[in-house]
């Protein structure tokens, strides 16, 4: 995951979060409990319809036997229990289960966000910002896109980021990027806040097409063709 400590501004830039005084309820900025998923597909909402690099979005990994539609037991296991936040908010308070994340703040004139922020929001599919001490040292950023389409914005957009890059870098974000939820991003530089989020759900976007799983590296499809999610979540 040295990718996610060393993506530059204009990666981390998806949006500005917007005003919490001047949003309706239905925009999801307020607070709301985050959810996930069983194996049996009940409790909470799904994520639309994923594909990945190969039609199937398998790139390697390990996986149990077929389910209808493609994806093996392990799979589906792992795309029902992506986290769902429901507001930015409450994806902060997620993250707060996992990692130290003081001080979260969805205020756009926080200084700890970048300043190009705002130029990237409408194109990264991003609604609303977050953003928080890291016990080292460093500033986690959430991503929040509301489920369906944003997040599949946001996951194209990623894309094209990794694609530009690899035309002089073959092996750009050979480690994945952004921890993925349903409908919120995360960006963690520092590697044990990274380890601590192992155990959190969220799955690792991978978009670079010479990434191959090896070890116990377990994969599932992405919302866009291209890219995978992964559960390596090592430095």
């Known amino acids: 995951m040295r990718a996610m400590r060393a993506l530059t501004a204009a990666v981390v830039a998806g949006a500005t979060v917007l005003s919490m005084a001047g949003c309706e309820k239905d925009d999801r900025g307020g607070s709301g409990g985050v959810t996930t998923i069983d194996a049996t597909g009940t409790g909470g909402s799904g994520a639309g319809e994923p594909v990945g690099a190969d039609g199937t979005g398998r790139n390697g990994g390990t996986g ?9 037991t392990r799979e589906q296991f792992m ?9 930015v908010m409450a994806a902060g308070e997620f993250l707060q289960r996992f990692t130290a994340c003081e001080r ?4 756009p004139s926080d200084p700890r966000y970048y300043p190009m922020d705002e130029k990237f929001d409408a ?40 694609a530009d890059r690899l035309r002089t870098t073959p092996d750009a974000d050979i480690d994945g990027g952004f921890g993925i939820g349903k409908d919120f991003a995360v960006i963690v530089p520092d590697p044990d806040t990274l380890r601590y989020l192992s155990a959190s759900n969220l799955l690792v976007l991978n978009c670079n097409p010479n990434f ?19 559960d390596d979540f090592t430095d």
């Not at 928080?132 to 946001?154: H, K, L, P, Q």
């Not at 191959?212 to 992964?230: E, F, K």
Request: glycine share 18%; charged share 20%.
């Open 104 to 107: 979260y703040s969805i205020d």
């Open 64 to 72: 149990g036997g077929e389910r209808p539609g493609g994806l093996s």
């Open 123 to 162: 194109t990264w599919g991003v609604k609303f910002r977050g953003t928080c001490n890291d016990a080292g040292g460093s500033y986690i950023r959430v991503f929040w896109t509301g489920t369906g389409e944003g997040m599949r914005t946001f996951q194209n957009a990623y894309r094209a980021h990794v």
């Open 79 to 87: 795309l029902d229990n992506l986290p769902e936040s429901g507001s």
């Open 212 to 230: 191959q799983a090896t070890g116990d590296v377990r994969t599932a499809p992405a919302l866009v063709d291209g890219c995978v999610l992964t």
